[in-house]
């Protein structure tokens, strides 16, 4: 998996002082690197009752939908707030300074659902965790959350514990 993380571009101290960024577009922009990490996060699944899979704006709006294509399901968005145009179901949840929203359509996800939650990176799980709690107050269920790369020590993982957390990359 070096070979992976070879076309992941880190930026030291963006979008401030002190945050280490992963540049997933440099990966993005290689053919193989992309086919290959789209095809292992899929592979993950291939056994796992799915019905729908889940993307996070906005970088989750670009692998999600890949792993759903792969796998043959269809692909739900969860939006910032005000984006959604029909009913909509919302959580609030805290940053490090403040908080965000996010939204999803109620009529996204039908009750007893299973739901696969994909975003780039796994860092704190605040935002993983948010969107779980979305899927559930819509009764759907948590199929697993897959993640390209997760950053270990920020022990974003024991916000999620009792759901299935898979990430190709650990650093
Ligand atoms: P978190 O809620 O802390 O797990 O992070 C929320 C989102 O912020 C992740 O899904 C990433 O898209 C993004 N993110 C957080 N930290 C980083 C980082 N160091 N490099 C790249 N993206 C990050």
Do not use: W
């Not at 997933?24 to 796992?48: M, Q």
């Not at 799980?125 to 948010?130: D, K, L, R």
């Amino acid at each position: 998996m070096q070979h992976l993380k070879d076309l992941i571009r880190e930026v030291l101290d963006f979008p401030k002082p002190g945050i280490n960024f992963y540049d997933i577009t440099t990966l993005l922009k290689d053919p193989g690197g992309f086919r290959e990490v789209i095809n292992c996060l899929s592979a993950h699944y291939r056994s796992t009752p799915i019905d729908v899979v889940l993307g996070i704006e906005a970088r989750g709006f670009i692998i999600a939908p890949a792993v759903a294509y792969a796998l043959g399901y269809g692909f739900v968005p969860v939006r910032k707030e005000k984006k959604l145009p029909a009913e909509r179901e919302r959580i609030e949840y805290a940053l490090e300074y403040g908080t965000d929203v996010l939204e999803i359509h109620r009529d996204a996800i039908s009750p007893g659902q299973n739901v696969l939650i994909i975003d780039d990176v796994l860092a704190t799980g605040g935002t993983a965790a948010a969107v779980a709690r979305l899927v559930e107050m819509l009764n759907g269920k948590v199929a697993g959350l897959g993640f390209i790369l997760e950053l270990d020590f920020l022990k974003g993982r024991e916000k999620l514990a009792g759901y299935d957390v898979h990430s190709l990359l650990h650093y």
